[in-house]
């Protein structure tokens, strides 16, 4: 099976993408293109997947670059294949041939670029990440290597959606105490719960730091388990453990 990748107009003609779980070689509660090294899935299948994602990047499967994600606002700038992973949740790079990647499970992951500068960045950015303030640390990162935020344009890729991701009343108080406005993120659900739109969020917080142009594709990835790998879809199935989409992006 060919792989499936959602693509956003504003990030073209700069090589990217959002993969789905179609086309991988895993099986089982991971069945496709499971991309997560630290799942347990079998490794030799994680990396024939990771390979398949390097051919569609155009990038040797080394250049696959990542960091080891721990929902912070940490940026790292990245000039060649990390050997290490450090912690954090986000890189950038002006280095032609390096496909900064994140992996999701129902987190946003959010693609940037300045064209015009020839800069890059990709972050993972859950609830936690978003509210400390991961996407505009993206953005004062590829400043400081010669973009400017106006001319910069970021899409969310598959997400879970406001629909499908219920919380309690103390999820709302640690946004609330951030900034009131927020409660607009949130809608009513049954009894004391809440269901809080993420990619909503994350949007806002693009644009209200002066991006140039911010879009989510509107992909849904509780609600689609044929395409879409889910965390929270998995907890409630009671399964042992989730796959991870990957993303990525390339100058």
């Known amino acids: 099976m060919t792989l499936e990748i959602l693509t956003a107009k504003s990030l073209s003609p700069i ?33 024939i997947n990771r390979a398949r994602v390097a051919v569609a990047m155009d ?6 670059t990542g960091v080891h994600q721990v929902h912070s606002a ?10 290490d992973k450090p912690r954090a949740d986000a890189m950038v790079t002006r280095t032609p041939g390096l496909a900064l990647t994140v992996l999701t499970a129902d987190c946003q992951p959010v693609l ?4 015009a500068a020839g800069v890059v960045g990709a972050a993972h950015a859950g609830w936690r990440g978003a509210l400390d303030g991961v996407l505009e640390a993206v953005l004062d990162a590829m ?24 919380v309690g009343p ?6 609330l105490a951030e900034d009131p406005e927020y409660a607009r993120f949130f809608a009513n659900g049954q009894g004391d719960r809440l269901m809080f739109d993420l990619p ?15 879009s989510w594709t509107g992909h849904c990835t509780y609600s689609d388990p044929e395409r879409f790998y889910s965390y929270r879809r998995a907890t409630h199935a009671k399964e042992a453990d989730y796959g991870r989409l990957i993303a990525a992006i390339r100058l």
């Open 74 to 83: 940490e940026v790292v700038t990245v000039t060649a294949p990390l050997r």
């Open 170 to 175: 103390e999820f709302l108080d640690s946004f």
């Open 143 to 166: 400043e400081a290597l010669g973009a400017s935020r106006s001319n910069t344009v970021a899409a969310i890729g598959p997400s879970i959606s406001q629909r499908a991701y219920e």
């Open 200 to 214: 909503g969020f994350g949007l806002h917080r693009l644009r209200n730091a002066g991006i140039g142009s911010a």
């Open 112 to 115: 940037f670029a300045d064209h």
């Open 59 to 64: 990038v040797g499967p080394p250049a696959l």
């Open 15 to 47: 090589r990217h993408g959002f993969f789905t779980r179609k086309g991988g070689a895993s099986s089982g509660i991971f069945a496709g293109l499971n991309c997560g090294t630290g799942s347990t899935d079998q490794s030799e299948a994680v990396a």
